[in-house]
């Protein structure tokens, strides 16, 4: 199994920026996809980038501000936020999967942006 631990989060004027990251462990040998997800208060969790052998996705919200990496070696990725905007408000989570299975959450990292 997976485990997933993500750090950075805080409270950030808008237009400012944050790094996220997620150090995951066990059997990451398995891993194909990792990825942030955030949930708002509120609102359902939603996708908000990926990475797959290199190969990035964005949701429509954060493209060209957020940029998704990944170190492999460290079994480590990275969501460099900037131009934050108060509705990037949320706990931010960590998502790691392979072939017919995904690891569980972990406890996430809040962002706060202020106005």
């Known amino acids: 199994q997976v485990q997933l631990v993500e750090s950075g989060g805080g409270l950030v004027q808008a237009g400012g920026s944050l790094r996220l990251s997620c150090a995951a462990s066990?059997?990451?040998?398995?891993?194909?996809?990792m990825g942030w997800y955030r949930q708002a208060p509120g609102k359902p969790r939603e996708l908000v980038a990926t990475?797959?052998?290199?190969?990035?996705d964005y949701a429509d919200s954060v493209k060209g501000r957020f940029t998704i990496s990944r170190e492999n070696v460290k079994n480590i990725v990275y969501l460099q936020m900037n131009s934050l905007k108060p509705e990037d408000t949320a706990v931010y989570y960590c998502?790691?999967?392979?072939?017919?299975?995904?690891?569980?959450w972990g406890q996430g990292t809040q962002v706060t942006v202020s106005s």
């Open positions: 990475i797959t052998d290199g190969v990035t």
């Open positions: 066990g059997n990451t040998f398995s891993i194909t996809t």
């Open positions: 998502d790691a999967r392979g072939y017919r299975w995904v690891a569980p």
